[in-house]
C-alpha cells in the first residue's frame, strides 16, 4: 500500500524556523515528483513547492527564498525546511508524490502554526 508519512509540524514563533519531512514507499518515490502543497480553511490548496525525480526544485511565489526543499533517496524522504517563517505560512501542509503539479498519492497532512 502507498503511503506518504509526514511529520515535523507545530507552533513557532514568526521569524522562526520549521523542518517538515515526508517518507515515502520506494515504490513512488523513486518515479515520482514529490512535493508540498498547504491549505488554510475556506482557501484552496497552495503550492508550497515541489522536486522532481532529478533534484528540479520548484516553489511557490509566497515561499521563494524562505522554503528550500531537498530529497534524500537512500530513506525515501523527502524535506522542506520553512525558515523566516511569517503568521501567513500558518497552514495545514500535505506531501503528495505525482507528475509535477499533478497529483497521485496525498499525505494525511501537518499543522504549522505562526504565531507570537
Known amino acids: 500500500q502507498v503511503q506518504l508519512v509526514e511529520s515535523g509540524g507545530g507552533s513557532v514563533q514568526p521569524g522562526g524556523s520549521l523542518r517538515l519531512s515526508c517518507a515515502a514507499s520506494?515504490?513512488?518515490?523513486?518515479?515520482?515528483?514529490m512535493g508540498w502543497f498547504r491549505q488554510v480553511p475556506g482557501k484552496q490548496r497552495e503550492l508550497a513547492a515541489y522536486?522532481?525525480?532529478?533534484?528540479?526544485?520548484n516553489y511557490g511565489d509566497s515561499v521563494k527564498g524562505r522554503f528550500t526543499i531537498s530529497r534524500d533517496n537512500a530513506k525515501n524522504t523527502v524535506y522542506l525546511q520553512m525558515n523566516s517563517l511569517k503568521p501567513e505560512d500558518t497552514a495545514v501542509y500535505y506531501c503528495?508524490?505525482?507528475?509535477?503539479?499533478?497529483?497521485?498519492?496525498w499525505g494525511q497532512g501537518t499543522q504549522v502554526t505562526v504565531s507570537s
Open positions: 520506494r515504490s513512488i518515490f523513486s518515479i515520482y515528483t
Open positions: 503528495y508524490a505525482g507528475r509535477e503539479l499533478q497529483v497521485t498519492y
Open positions: 522536486i522532481t525525480r532529478t533534484g528540479s526544485a
